[in-house]
C-alpha cells in the first residue's frame, strides 16, 4: 500500500502542465472525454479510503470480520470454500496496488495509453472479485432477502416459532449492532466500492484515447 501509494502520488506531483511531463503529449491525448487536470487529486481520497482498509487489519474489532478475509485463510475448508478463499481482499489486495501504480505511472510519466489501459483492466479484475467475495459473504451471514422472505411466511403462519416473530428478534440473532455494520461498511466495503466507480471511469477514458489515436493515424496515413 504504502508503496503504491508513494508511486502514484509522486506520479501526480512530479509530471508537469498538470497532466503529462510533455506538453505536446498532453495535447496528444485530449479527447471529448478527456476530463479536467485537477480531478487527478481524487486519488488522495482514494489512498485515505484504502489507508482506512489497512488501518482495520490492526483494529480488533475489525481483523476477524469476514469482510477482510484473514480467519478464512485459517480456516480448514473444502474445494469450493477453497476457490472461495481466492477472492478474499487480503489476498488481491497487493496485485491491485501493483495493477495501480503501474496504470497511474504509465499515464504520467511515461504516456503510454495502452500500458495504463491493460493494467487499469486489471485493476478492474481484482476489484470485481473483492467486490463480489463481499456480496457472497453478506449473503452467507447477514440478512438475505431469502431468510427475511422466510420470516413474513412464518410470521402469517399460527404455527410460527416464538423466537421468530419479531423482525429485531430475528436481526439481532447475528449480534451485529448498527454502529459495527457502519464500520464494517467504512473500513472494508467503501473503499473499494469507490475506487471500483473511479476505476471504470478512469478505464473508458483511457480506452478513448487508444480509440482516438488509432483512428487519427489512420485518417492521416490515407491522406
Keep these: 500500500y504504502a508503496l503504491s501509494a508513494l508511486i502514484v502520488l509522486s506520479s501526480i506531483h512530479t509530471s508537469t502542465n498538470d497532466d503529462y511531463q510533455n506538453a505536446e503529449a498532453w495535447m496528444t491525448n485530449q479527447t471529448l472525454l478527456s476530463v479536467a487536470p485537477y480531478t487527478q487529486y481524487i486519488w488522495y481520497a482514494l489512498y485515505f479510503l484504502q489507508g482506512l482498509f489497512i488501518i482495520a487489519s490492526f483494529l480488533p474489532s475489525l481483523w476477524s470480520s469476514e469482510l477482510l478475509g484473514y480467519t478464512a485463510l485459517t480456516d480448514k475448508t473444502t474445494a469450493k470454500e477453497a476457490l472461495f478463499k481466492k477472492s478474499l481482499p487480503v489476498a488481491h489486495y497487493s496485485p ?47 440478512a438475505t432477502f431469502n431468510k427475511m422472505k422466510r420470516w413474513f411466511q412464518r410470521r402469517s403462519a399460527p404455527d410460527a416459532p416464538p ?19 457502519i464500520q464494517h461498511y467504512i473500513f472494508l466495503k467503501l473503499p473499494f466500492e469507490l475506487y471500483a466507480g473511479y476505476n471504470l471511469a478512469w478505464s473508458v477514458s483511457l480506452y478513448n484515447i487508444i480509440v482516438c489515436k488509432l483512428f487519427g493515424s489512420v485518417v492521416l496515413s490515407e491522406l
Design 96 to 142: 491491485l496496488c501493483a495493477s495501480t501504480a503501474l496504470s497511474v505511472y504509465s499515464f504520467f510519466i511515461w504516456n503510454l495509453m495502452s500500458l495504463a489501459f491493460v493494467s487499469s483492466c486489471a485493476s478492474t479484475f481484482f476489484l470485481v472479485r473483492i467486490i463480489k467475495y463481499h456480496l457472497d459473504t453478506v449473503t452467507a451471514f447477514g
Design 163 to 181: 423466537d421468530e416473530n419479531t423482525l429485531n428478534q430475528y436481526l439481532n440473532n447475528d449480534g451485529v449492532d448498527v454502529t459495527n455494520q
